[in-house]
């Protein structure tokens, strides 16, 4: 009797284990995942869609005429503006992975898109994430340069030196997120195929995996650490460097100068640095459902948003360069 019990409970065991694996197979299945994105509104449907459709419209115009103005304007073939018209294309190809999508889901109410599609946004906006990190640090270590050590300035931010800052900043940006994505693509997915959030991003993917997420989470926290990290605090201490040698400056005239020209700057660091820690610093179990994605519109909407407009406003050599590219356009059209 007491093997006969034995047997039986082996079997049931097999077939628990039968029933599980099956099951798990059948959760892999998903091909699509549905963006909750703001909630289902069919109200706020189209206010948003037009909110968003003017935001996306403004951010591709304004960082447009920043990199026309870098391009045509001789005053403004510099290190500075160089960096500032990589970081315009950096945005405007940043928020094209993003509003898209959204305003299409919001104008056909269609909020499927496919696995594969999923994490090819989530690469790009990765990619792109990243980079932005450390172009911003550069942008920090040109002005450290310029305020801090201008006699060997031109020597230091030379031509073929700004070049490789550039390049180093895509290629750090596509090497982490190349690991991290292909890490992912090993995983499987389970279903409610619900992501609550209006973009793939990659906290919410990784909670409808069935697999053993471990990996890539530590290999994100790893990364995104050395994405993140090192540039902060080199844009923490040039910008301390750079307060600290302007108030020593004794004329009022020349510390309203060196001000006015890292001001903008600064307020984009802000900006951008102050919205991703918002978003991955602070504690998800007590933070309301939803305010993730309100704290996620900063870095991924408003900053590529006012970006244009903080430099416009409050740099004085860039308005003189859109006033002379104007006067040429009207002469032009006067003149043809």
């Known amino acids: 009797m007491g093997n006969e019990g034995s047997i039986s409970n082996i079997n049931l065991l097999e077939e628990g284990n039968i029933e599980q694996i099956q099951n798990r197979t059948n959760k892999t299945t998903i091909a699509n995942f549905l963006l909750l994105g703001f909630g289902d509104h069919p109200e706020l449907q189209t206010l948003l869609f037009l909110a968003f459709l003017i935001i996306y419209m403004i951010t591709m115009v304004g960082n447009l005429i920043l990199i026309l103005l870098v391009v045509a304007d001789p005053h403004l073939h510099t290190p500075m503006y160089f960096f500032l018209g990589n970081l315009s294309c950096l945005e405007m190809c940043y928020t094209s992975t993003l509003l898209p999508r959204l305003l299409f889901s919001l ?68 090497v982490s997120n190349t690991v991290i994505t292909c890490l992912e693509l090993q995983l499987s997915f389970c279903g409610p195929p619900e992501i609550e959030h209006f973009f793939c991003d990659l906290a919410s993917v990784l909670k409808l995996s069935c697999s053993n997420t471990h990996p890539v989470e530590t290999a994100t926290f790893i990364l995104a650490s050395m994405d993140t990290i090192p540039t902060f605090l080199l844009t923490l201490i040039c910008y301390t460097c750079i307060i600290i040698n302007i108030l020593q400056l004794q004329s009022k005239a020349m510390r309203q100068k060196a001000f006015s020209t890292c001001s903008s700057h600064l307020i984009v660091v802000i900006l951008f640095f102050s919205s991703l820690i918002l978003v991955y610093m602070s504690p998800k179990t007590n933070t309301p459902k939803g305010l993730h994605q309100v704290f996620s519109l900063f870095y991924t909407v408003l900053t590529p948003t006012v970006n244009p407009l903080i430099y416009s406003l409050r740099n004085r050599e860039v308005q003189l360069a859109l006033s002379r590219t104007a006067k040429k356009a009207v002469l032009v059209a006067q003149f043809p």
């Open 107 to 174: 104008w056909t109410r269609d909020r499927s898109i496919s696995v594969n599609g999923c994490l090819v946004q989530y690469y790009f906006f990765g990619v792109l994430l990243s980079t932005e990190c450390y172009l911003l640090a550069v942008m920090s270590y040109d002005r450290y340069l310029a305020i801090c050590k201008p006699l060997h300035y031109t020597f230091l931010m030379n031509g073929k030196f700004c070049f490789w800052l550039i390049a180093g900043s895509w290629i750090s940006g596509l």
